[in-house]
């Protein structure tokens, strides 16, 4: 029997393997933050793997699908939760970024620990809002919606065996050798010729449009590598000559914690494609649909911290605003110096990052009672505070990515009211419910917090 944490490791594998043969650039990608990682190792010890193990790392990756309706979504959230992942998180795009992306995403991830450790394959995945008016007037919708109903992403064998797979939490050998089959299949780019005019008619909203409602497949837009130091793989990557988006995205390069995610990306790459016209020849063009993008993950922040975040990057913003001449990179490393703390154990006692706790098993055996504050339990020595690495994605970095990889600016009417779109809306429209990230951490932290508690003998912490 192959368990659903196999059949992830195997799925990600092989679409890695995919995704190297049919986009080159992305096997450069891997072997630089290959390279990164193992130099970082070498330098750091240790202390390098704080936020998870080599192996880990070096297997990690996160994809990107698009799809147009709520019943694709639902087959996906089958496809994946055959592999152990749900739903979680709930990201708008939509006022993201100065350029229109009309999608509204969830990320789907395993949830527990160990199955994170196991393997933590993720999937970015975006639906799209034909509803909103801001993008689509009610003749583009009507079409859209059309278009989208006639086509079928994946095989019904798929989403039985997904069905089997999500229910029995594991599949017979033969039976998981064709699910992955299948699967990787499903989200290979398609050679079907695309209807030019259909797809241009998108285009014009938004290019997110065009690639999701333009053709009859989905695909997997970029996989990304996690790597320990994404300054200096960037910089590698500059030197081999591939061009890079011009930021890194999320949170400066500091001294201090590395927290939630930085990330960046080449952009994407202009791959022949065949070309349907309306007289119904077929012709040779071009299309931009995939990238390569990579990330540094770093320790998962509470709301709070969530908060202060959030409200440094509009410092950032206003700061930048008013020094043009500043490189923003540096404007947000002075923000933060003076706005976050410089370690992990004040992002600890100001509740502003999840860690797990544990009875330091070389505790003081003077036959003294353990104080009963978490901050003296940890500066006696009694306990240990783990970092716990973030898992999710951010709004503002995912907008940066979608848009530096868009051609155009697209179009959005701003004059009209958006529709609502929100996690619960996700959740009834998958039929699964979107997990609150924060939620999931807070858990892990609860669950250790109690196991160090029996351990001292102690009265909760
Ligand atoms: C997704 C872009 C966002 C991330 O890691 O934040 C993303 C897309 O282009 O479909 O992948
Ligand atoms: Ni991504």
Redesign the pocket.
């Known amino acids: 029997m192959i368990s659903q944490w196999q059949l992830r490791a195997a799925f990600a594998a092989r679409l890695s393997d995919m995704y190297g043969r049919e986009v080159p650039a992305y096997t450069t990608l891997v072997d630089v933050s290959r390279e990164v990682n193992e130099d970082v190792l070498r330098a750091q010890g240790a202390d390098a793997q704080r936020l998870g193990s080599i192996s880990r790392v070096t297997a990690e990756r996160?994809g990107?699908i698009?799809v147009g309706t709520p019943r694709e979504l639902r087959q996906v959230a089958r496809i994946f939760g055959a592999l152990g992942m749900r739903p979680v998180g709930f990201y708008d795009l939509r006022e993201a970024a100065a350029s229109a992306i009309p999608v509204v995403s969830t990320a789907f991830r395993p949830v527990d620990g160990e199955e994170l450790a196991r393997n933590p394959f993720r999937v970015?995945t975006?639906l799209l809002t034909p509803a909103d008016p801001r993008f689509f007037d009610a003749d583009l919708r009507a079409r859209l919606e059309t278009f989208l109903a006639g086509r079928k992403l994946f095989p019904p064998e798929l989403l039985t065996l997904a069905d089997r797979a999500d229910a029995e939490r594991e599949l017979p050998e033969p039976e998981a050798e064709r699910f992955l089959q299948l699967a990787v299949a499903a989200f290979e780019l398609s050679t079907e010729p695309v209807d030019k005019a259909w797809y241009e008619t998108l285009e014009r909203v938004s290019a997110v449009a065009a690639d999701i409602g333009g053709v009859r497949s989905t695909h997997i837009?970029?996989l990304?590598p996690r790597v320990l130091d994404i300054d200096e793989l960037y910089r590698r990557m500059t030197d081999r000559g591939i061009e890079m988006i011009d930021t890194i995205q999320g949170p400066p390069a500091w001294k201090g914690p590395d927290v939630l995610l930085r990330?960046t990306s080449f952009r994407a790459l202009a791959e022949p494609r065949a070309l349907r016209l309306t007289d119904g020849t077929v012709t040779r063009g071009a299309l931009r649909v995939r990238f390569g993008?990579v990330?540094a993950r770093g320790i998962a922040l509470t709301r709070e911290g969530r908060a202060l975040y959030d409200h440094l990057l509009t410092v950032v913003d206003s700061e930048a605003a008013h020094r043009p001449e500043a490189d923003r990179s540096d404007v947000a490393r002075t923000v933060w110096e003076e706005h976050l703390p410089h370690s992990e154990q004040e992002l600890a006692a100001r509740k502003l990052a999840y860690f797990t706790y544990h009875a330091a098993p070389d505790r003081p055996r003077d036959g003294a009672q353990p104080p009963s504050a978490l901050g003296e339990l940890l500066s006696q020595g009694w306990v240990r505070a783990e970092p716990i690495v973030y898992e999710d994605?951010?709004p503002r970095?995912?907008a940066g990515?979608?848009q530096s990889?868009l051609n155009g600016e697209g179009s959005r009417n701003n004059d009209q009211e958006g529709a609502s779109y929100d996690a619960e809306w996700l959740s009834g429209a998958m039929g699964r419910e979107v997990l609150d990230p924060f939620a999931l951490y807070e858990e892990q932290q609860n669950a250790s917090l109690a196991r160090v508690t029996e351990q001292l003998g102690q009265k909760p912490l």
Request: proline fraction near 0%; charged fraction near 15%; aromatic fraction near 16%.
């Open positions: 996160h990107a698009r970015f975006s837009n970029h990304t990330q993008e990330e994605f951010l970095s995912a990515i979608f990889n």
